[in-house]
């Protein structure tokens, strides 16, 4: 029953759209737990204070969902094959960031598919976690075979490179693990590494949000730019972009994530020009609403003020 029922549910997972999808058993997260504690303590963090407050529960699912047995770990591919464009009014957005918000399209599937566990098991129960509760995303991607971590901290997949957004559903059902974890495939490569422009990642799998333009652009609350961000008014792409491993990209199957319109190279001075009404009317069900109105027009001044294109990354061979 076990073994059957698990791989019935993988079926439904991938039925509903997931990518992938994959099994770890519950438990006390050990390893990740110390690594998050000197994370930490080096200030790392910034100013994301959650990240401390829920420290206890990041690395113990139990505490987020007390019947937690099993945790089902999925990963939707969300890359399209749009390029941004170099110019000196032109901004960069975080490709997912394009189309509508992950978390609501991941969540709506996360919730088709309990829905359908509990139809299939009665006695089945669950709790969702999509980035914004307290799950170690990455640390159970690993443990359910979706991927391995990469040096610039993003989880990369084999079949689709670092463009998986990463979802789990925690139950109180006995199902089976995965025994065939995938292997860190990054070798001696330090792509991600030499490409960013602030030295973000300060040790190959360790990110210095401090110094990370996709913090500067999206968390930060400061009122000016505290970062030269390269061009990119929303998150950062960079050490993606440069990555072998993205070679393997393939064009997502989810149409949500196809860009709305004007989102792949912006216009610097017309985003500047647009009210606090008209940036809500916009960016409604879209990612770029968590920078609020003031914090993109900070990251828009703080590009034109720059006075320069630092362009893109260089081409991968």
């Not at 770890?24 to 994301?48: C, F, K, P, S």
């Not at 401390?52 to 890359?79: G, H, I, M, Q």
């Not at 960079?238 to 993205?246: A, E, L």
């Amino acid at each position: 029953m076990e073994r059957e029922f698990t791989l019935r549910i993988k079926e439904q997972a991938l039925h509903l759209g997931f990518s992938k999808v994959g099994i770890a058993a519950v438990a006390e997260l050990t390893d990740a737990r110390a690594r998050l504690r000197q994370w930490l303590d080096l200030g790392y963090q910034a100013t994301m204070g959650w990240m401390e407050r829920t420290f206890e529960k990041r690395t113990d699912p139990r505490l987020v969902f007390p019947e937690a047995k099993s945790v089902l770990v999925v990963a939707l591919n969300y890359f399209t094959p749009h390029q941004h464009e170099n110019g000196l009014e032109a901004g960069k957005i975080s490709r997912y960031a394009w189309g509508d918000d992950y978390h609501d399209v991941l969540t709506e599937k996360l919730t088709l598919l309990l829905d359908w566990i509990r139809q299939e098991h009665p006695a089945a129960n669950g709790k969702i976690c999509v980035d914004a509760q307290p799950a170690m995303d990455k640390v159970w991607a690993v443990q359910g075979g979706i991927g391995w971590i990469g040096k610039h901290s993003n989880v990369i997949t084999r079949e689709f490179g670092s463009w998986v957004f990463l979802g789990e559903l925690l139950l109180n059902l006995d199902l089976e693990p995965e025994t065939r974890l995938v292997p860190d495939h990054c070798g001696t490569c330090t792509a991600c590494l030499d490409a960013c422009p602030t030295g973000a990642i300060v040790a190959p799998y360790v990110v210095d949000a401090r110094r990370c333009i996709s913090f500067s652009t999206i968390e930060s609350k400061s009122e000016t730019a505290e970062l030269e961000t390269a061009g990119w008014i929303f998150g950062c792409d960079i050490c993606q972009d440069v990555c072998p491993w993205s070679r393997f990209s393939k064009t997502t199957d989810e149409t949500r994530f196809e860009p709305r319109p004007g989102l792949v190279t912006p216009n610097l001075r017309e985003l500047l020009a647009e009210s606090p009404e008209r940036f809500a009317a916009r960016f409604a069900g879209s990612p770029i609403k968590r920078t609020k109105h003031r914090g993109l027009q900070r990251n828009i001044k703080g590009v034109l003020d720059n006075g320069s294109d630092a362009g893109l990354p260089p081409e991968k061979s």
